[in-house]
């Protein structure tokens, strides 16, 4: 027995024995409808003996809802409400689907409909990301109403958290039926011939060779195929700024670095948190960075340094450190606690001015009503550091055949345009006519233009420019660098990072 299945087994019993001899024994289920101030924890401690068994009255709750929709759907066992109907099993039935329960599979919470699940696994939980996703669900349950749509999420920007889950579930061959992949070389680290279905066929069927941009079809295609449908293309070099900060003090973004520390120090002299930054989910601060390399650098470079055809000793690599580590000095001083989407809190209540972020970051301001100005960070006019969310087909996925209606939906002009007018991300087609164009604000419609015209390079943060092993040395190098400023040892164990990936000699 592996030591995985012995945790596993200790945690059950270790639920099920206080579920025994606490309970005030709940022989036949029953409805109950929720009052005022009614957690599911609660009721579970009150009618099965233990708040851990809140899971069992989540899943019959939501099991009968699917025959009798008087019954409450609950998406999420933090947000209940008053009058509410649940079901909550007996106790032999809890202690029967609390041995089977594993908090990594949150489809057990959730019915089977005539044609059952469709577990759709990501990382967007933030704001605009759970619209987005909302967009997404939303044309796959009109067209697929026999279907029940479970949201697996694992919450963390860039998913860093979400990989390390996900590979779990595919090498124990217990995979969602499709999940979020970066388009790019993070493929890789899933290692697809063995876990994942190609998908060349259903890119044939569905014509996607013709509506997709030349550059992104290279960028999709692994071992010579494709392995993930786009549902977008984001940008990462965002400068966010406060509009209305800058209006006061008589600022315009800046475009060098020159104009960022003079526009910072001005700021400062007027107590506003210049720069604004959330680091406390390690890749923040490598992504700012990231953008800062492609501004000192320029495309072309930049685009050198991951091919192995420009070497990280180049001087342009010292600039970007030292100009990084300036920048560092006008940030919140609470930045290690917040995270990409928190720290954004600060351009909202108008005390921070600036941020450098991807154009999710747009999603979390449309999603909050916020009006926000935007830019490109110093030194990046002209260059779009591109990236693109995808979602894979698991060789094991449980439910196949609503998977790839799930991708057809995702590959689809309509399921593109729900998703990225609440996202703050461009559709991946080529075939938005004016109208399609129409329905999406003016940050989104500047970006369809930067993307026609300008360099195209790929982020590393995000999945498109490195292999998984390459992106983590990277990361851990910058990661670092925050705290210790050290230009030259950062800069060495960036060109080391190259070495290992075995792009730099
Ligand atoms: C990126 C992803 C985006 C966005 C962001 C923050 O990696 O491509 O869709 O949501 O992470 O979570």
Request: hydrophobic residues 45%.
């Amino acid at each position: 027995m592996s030591r995985r299945t012995l945790v596993s087994l200790a945690l059950v019993l270790a639920m099920l024995l206080p579920l025994v001899a606490n309970a005030a024994p709940l022989e036949q289920a029953m409805t109950y409808t929720i009052k005022k101030g009614d957690t599911l924890w609660a009721l579970a401690e009150k009618y099965l003996g233990t708040g851990f068994a809140w899971p069992a009255i989540m899943a019959s709750t939501n099991t009968k809802h699917i025959e009798d929709p008087t019954f409450a759907h609950i998406l999420n066992a933090d947000v209940i409400h008053p009058g509410w109907k649940l079901w909550i099993p007996s106790l032999e039935e809890a202690e029967e689907f609390l041995a089977k329960w594993d908090p990594a599979k949150p489809e057990l919470l959730f019915g089977k409909r005539a044609k059952g699940q469709l577990v759709v696994a990501s990382w967007w939980t933030a704001g605009g990301e759970a619209e987005g996703l909302e967009g997404l669900f939303s044309i796959y349950r009109e067209k697929y109403p026999d279907v029940e749509i479970v949201n697996a999420t694992i919450a963390g920007g860039a998913g860093f958290v979400f990989r390390p889950v996900l590979k779990t579930r595919l090498i124990a061959g217990d995979p969602p039926d499709t999940f979020q992949l970066h388009a790019g070389l993070e493929v890789e680290g899933y290692d697809p011939e063995t876990y994942l279905e190609p998908l060349d066929d259903l890119y044939a069927a569905e014509g996607w060779e013709e509506v997709l941009p030349p550059d992104l079809l290279v960028l999709l295609k692994y071992k010579g195929h494709y392995w993930g449908v786009p549902v977008n293309i984001h940008r990462s070099n965002i400068l966010w700024y406060d509009k209305s900060i800058f209006a006061e003090a008589g600022l315009t973004p800046p475009e060098t670095w020159d104009d960022f520390f003079a526009v910072c120090e001005a700021l400062k002299a007027k107590g506003i948190v210049p720069y604004v930054m959330g680091t406390s989910g390690g890749w923040e601060a490598p992504h700012a960075f990231e953008d800062v390399l492609a501004g000192t650098c320029g495309a072309e470079k930049y685009r050198g340094l991951w091919t192995g055809e420009v070497a990280w000793t180049d001087p342009c690599v010292t600039e970007a450190l030292e100009t990084f580590k300036k920048m560092l000095t006008y940030v919140n001083p609470d930045h290690p606690a917040l995270t990409w989407d928190t720290c954004l809190e600060y351009l909202k209540d108008h005390k921070g001015a600036m941020n450098i972020m991807g154009d999710w970051a747009m999603g979390w301001f449309m999603a909050k009503g916020v009006d926000i100005g935007w830019a490109p960070p110093p030194g990046t006019k002209g260059t779009f550091v591109a990236l693109s969310d995808t979602f894979a087909l698991p060789k094991e996925a449980p439910n196949k055949e609503n998977a790839i209606a799930w991708l057809k939906v995702c590959g689809s002009k309509e399921g593109q345009i729900a998703f990225n007018t609440k996202k703050g991300s461009i559709p991946a087609r080529t075939d938005l006519t004016p109208e399609d164009k129409a329905l999406f604000n003016p940050y989104l419609k500047s970006c369809m233009d930067d993307w026609a015209r300008d360099a195209i390079v790929p982020s590393v943060i995000h999945g498109a420019a490195a292999i998984e092993s390459w992106v983590t040395d990277f990361k851990d190098a910058i990661t670092l660098f925050v705290t210790t400023g050290d230009v030259a040892a950062t800069q060495a164990a960036l060109q080391e990072a190259c070495v290992a990936a075995g792009a730099c000699k």
